[in-house]
Nanobody, 119 residues
């Protein structure tokens, strides 16, 4: 069973930067997708960014040009790291960020981590 654990959240001022990390462990497949989702208070969870095992990247419209998803280049299918570098942060970027791992046999979410953007 795959486990997903986020870290790196916190409080940041508007215009600032923050980097989230996600540790994924367990028995993973080479073919997989990893995601970051954002849920603002009172809103539905929405896609922030996705990276496929082949390196293809997709960003949500609200974060394009400001956020960067990346991963480590390990070939270890039992342990991977996913990152989200967030820049030019806005108050509307506040909320809970979730990491998600998906392959043909697994669909695992992390517990989420809080990011607050305010003065």
């Amino acid at each position: 069973q795959v486990q997903v654990v986020e870290s790196g959240g916190g409080l940041v001022q508007p215009g600032g930067s923050l980097k989230l990390s996600c540790a994924v462990s367990g028995s993973m497949l080479s073919f997989h997708h990893m995601y970051w989702f954002h849920q603002a208070p009172g809103h539905e969870r929405e896609l922030a960014a996705r990276i496929r095992n082949d390196g293809d990247i997709l960003y949500g419209n609200s974060v394009k040009g400001r956020f960067t998803i990346s991963r480590d280049n390990t070939r270890d299918n039992t342990k991977r790291m996913l990152y989200l570098q967030m820049s030019s942060l806005k108050p509307e970027d506040s909320g809970v960020y979730y990491c998600r791992y998906v392959d043909t046999g697994e669909d695992r979410w992390g517990q989420g981590i809080q990011v607050t953007v305010r003065t």
